[in-house]
Every structure is written in C-alpha cells, then in structure tokens.
C-alpha cells in the first residue's frame, strides 16, 4: 500500500513496522547488520499502509559489488501469510487430537508390525497400564487380539490383571509406514458385573426349582405311595400264598410267585423313576450337554406333570412331529 516515494531513505522504525513489534524488528534489524540473519530467511508479522497485518518471511543478504566491497544490503520479502495460517490450523488440530486421546480411557497405541520393537505412539491411559513396555501392552494385546477390525476381542492382560476389549487396525504412518494401531478398553468392572448376574440368575433358577419342588411334594407322596402300596399288596399276597400252601403240604407254583415278583419288581422301578427324575430336577449343576431325542424330553417331563394332572383327574395327551433332529442340550434344563 506504500508508494516508492514514502519508502525510499526511510531509516528505523520503518512505516511497515507495526508499533507493538517495533522492538522486536530493530533487534532482528541489528543481527541482521552483523551478519546473524539465518539464510532460511526470518518470519515477521509487517503492516500494510492502511494498517492490517500480514505474516512475511524476510530474506537478507549483503550487496556486493564488482570489485568485492560490500555496498548495502538486499531484502526480499514473501507473503507466507496463508502458509502460516495453514500450519497453525493443523498444528492447532493436531493438539486438539492429542488432547483428546490422551483423554481417552482406553489405551491407545502405535507400534511398528512385529518382529519390529518399535513403539511409536502412547497415550496416557496406555502408558497408565504398562508405562512404556512394548511387550507387555501392544504386543501381548495385538497378538491376542489378530482379526478384522470388526472383530473384537476379550483379551486378560496376566501384567495388570485387567479384561480389555482390543481392537487392531493396520494404518499408514506419517513416514509412509504401515503401522499398528490398538485401541484397548478397560472392561475389568463390566466382567465382573456379568459374571455376578450370571450367578444371580444360577442362583434365582436353582430358587425356583426348590420352589416347584415343595409344591410337588405332596403329589409326589402321593405318587410314591402308589407303587409302594402294590409292592406291599404283592409281598403280602406272595406270603399268604406261601403259608396257605405249605398248611396244605404242598408247593406253590413257581409261575405264580414270578409273576407276583415281577409285578413287585415293576413297582420299585417305578418309584426308583419319580425318585430319580425329581433328584435330577432339584440338583443345582452347571449344564452338561448331549445328545437326546425330543422323545426322551417329554416323556421324562410327562413323568413330572403326570403326578399333578392324575391328582385332579387329568389326563395328558401328547403328539411329536415324526423324525425331529437329535438335540445338544442339558436335559433336566429343558424339562
């Protein structure tokens, strides 16, 4: 904004020095006159006549003449005002990054791909767990934790006794480098949280079968009491049999004991049944998986709720859709 005319002889303080800097340029002015002046040339903020500001970068040299004798100085100036703004808005940025991961509760590193032992970046979660150590964080993590980004995976940590969910990335480095990123969060709490319910809920089913189990109770007696009776029934008759025969002299037919043995013999396994299934029923156990046919499943169920629906003259009828696959489940859990 400046004619030639009101530039020309001038001496310090120049009318393109702003007065807050006017200091500052006589300094750099007078390390420039002794020959300091970087040949990288010197950035400073000069005035326009009408008195906005704008960022330059200044180059000095001496003016030499034909016979070697130095005659004055030579200044070039270059507006880097938009160069200037532009790295101050990435380095600006590239804070505002920084800050928020070094805010971050997960650990968040970078490390050259092994056999590499390079680690490029730590934030401060990171560096909370496993201080600078290469092996115990990244590695141990990444190397348990290979897949897709989108698989994420549990990983324990035996160095800080934590649970993280860890996440790998392969990403290009600022050298070009293909480079590991992991993201790993701390879900020691949610764990345990998890593992408490499951109990909770272990110990809420185990609840609710001693619960249905003392509402059976008196259907169950009922329902033991029956082959009970019939096994007294047949061993009594079995005895007066035996002592009537043998008043008269003479043998009871073998066929007639064995059948009232055998039906004796049926009775007891039919108790031995309700008994067993009602054992299986209450146990509290962690689930056991196998192989077993829907067939199997209700009928053992049917056993149960057949001694309710006899009691209050039920009948129970079923139907099972033909060539149903072999299930993998636990059985006394699906009953």
């Given at each position: 904004?400046?004619?030639?005319?009101e530039?020309?002889?001038c001496?310090?303080?120049?009318?393109?020095?702003?007065?807050?800097?006017?200091?500052?340029?006589?300094k750099?002015?007078?390390?420039?006159?002794?020959?300091?002046?970087?040949?990288?040339?010197?950035?400073?903020a000069?005035?326009r006549?009408e008195?906005?500001?704008l960022?330059?970068?200044m180059?000095?040299?001496?003016?030499?003449?034909?016979h070697?004798?130095?005659?004055g100085?030579?200044?070039?100036v270059?507006?880097?005002s938009?160069q200037?703004r532009?790295?101050q808005?990435?380095?600006?940025?590239?804070?505002?990054?920084?800050?928020?991961?070094?805010?971050?509760?997960?650990?968040?590193?970078?490390?050259?791909?092994?056999?590499?032992?390079?680690?490029?970046f730590?934030?401060q979660?990171?560096?909370?767990?496993?201080?600078?150590?290469?092996?115990?964080?990244?590695?141990?993590?990444s190397e348990?934790?290979r897949?897709?980004?989108?698989?994420v995976?549990?990983?324990?940590?035996?160095?800080?006794?934590?649970?993280?969910?860890v996440?790998?990335?392969?990403i290009?480095?600022v050298?070009?480098?293909?480079?590991?990123?992991?993201?790993a969060?701390d879900?020691t709490?949610?764990?345990?949280?998890e593992?408490?319910?499951r109990?909770?809920?272990e110990?809420i089913?185990?609840?609710?079968?001693?619960?249905?189990m003392?509402?059976?109770?008196s259907s169950l007696?009922?329902?033991?009491?029956?082959?009970?009776t019939a096994?007294?029934?047949?061993?009594?008759?079995a005895?007066s049999?035996?002592?009537?025969?043998?008043g008269?002299g003479?043998?009871v037919a073998?066929?007639d004991?064995?059948?009232?043995?055998?039906?004796?013999?049926?009775?007891?396994?039919r108790?031995?049944?309700v008994?067993?299934?009602?054992?299986?029923f209450?146990k509290r156990?962690?689930?056991i998986r196998?192989?077993v046919?829907?067939?199997t499943i209700?009928?053992?169920?049917?056993?149960?709720?057949?001694?309710?629906?006899h009691?209050?003259?039920l009948?129970?009828?079923?139907?099972?859709?033909?060539?149903?696959?072999?299930?993998n489940?636990?059985?006394?859990?699906?009953?």
């Amino acid at each position: 904004g400046f004619n030639s005319d009101e530039l020309t002889g001038c001496t310090p303080p120049f009318p393109y020095w702003p007065p807050e800097t006017q200091e500052q340029l006589q300094k750099n002015l007078e390390r420039m006159l002794t020959g300091e002046s970087p040949p990288s040339g010197l950035p400073i903020a000069i005035m326009r006549k009408e008195g906005t500001r704008l960022t330059v970068r200044m180059y000095t040299s001496p003016l030499i003449d034909q016979h070697g004798q130095q005659t004055g100085w030579m200044t070039s100036v270059t507006d880097i005002s938009e160069q200037t703004r532009i790295r101050q808005e990435l380095a600006q940025a590239q804070e505002r990054f920084i800050t928020v991961l070094q805010a971050l509760d997960a650990a968040v590193s970078v490390a050259t791909p092994s056999p590499e032992q390079e680690l490029l970046f730590a934030n401060q979660a990171y560096k909370q767990w496993f201080g600078n150590s290469l092996a115990d964080g990244h590695r141990a993590l990444s190397e348990a934790a290979r897949g897709p980004w989108s698989d994420v995976r549990d990983v324990y940590s035996p160095q800080v006794q934590r649970w993280f969910e860890v996440r790998i990335r392969t990403i290009q480095w600022v050298d070009g480098r293909a480079v590991e990123l992991m993201v790993a969060t701390d879900i020691t709490q949610e764990r345990a949280t998890e593992q408490a319910q499951r109990e909770q809920h272990e110990r809420i089913q185990q609840t609710a079968r001693l619960i249905t189990m003392g509402e059976m109770a008196s259907s169950l007696a009922h329902e033991l009491n029956q082959p009970l009776t019939a096994i007294a029934n047949y061993t009594s008759g079995a005895a007066s049999r035996i002592r009537a025969a043998d008043g008269r002299g003479e043998a009871v037919a073998a066929d007639d004991l064995i059948e009232m043995l055998s039906k004796t013999a049926h009775q007891a396994e039919r108790a031995g049944q309700v008994i067993r299934r009602i054992r299986s029923f209450v146990k509290r156990s962690d689930p056991i998986r196998k192989p077993v046919t829907a067939k199997t499943i209700l009928a053992d169920t049917l056993g149960l709720a057949e001694i309710d629906a006899h009691e209050r003259g039920l009948t129970i009828a079923h139907q099972i859709v033909p060539d149903l696959p072999v299930l993998n489940v636990d059985a006394i859990l699906i009953e």
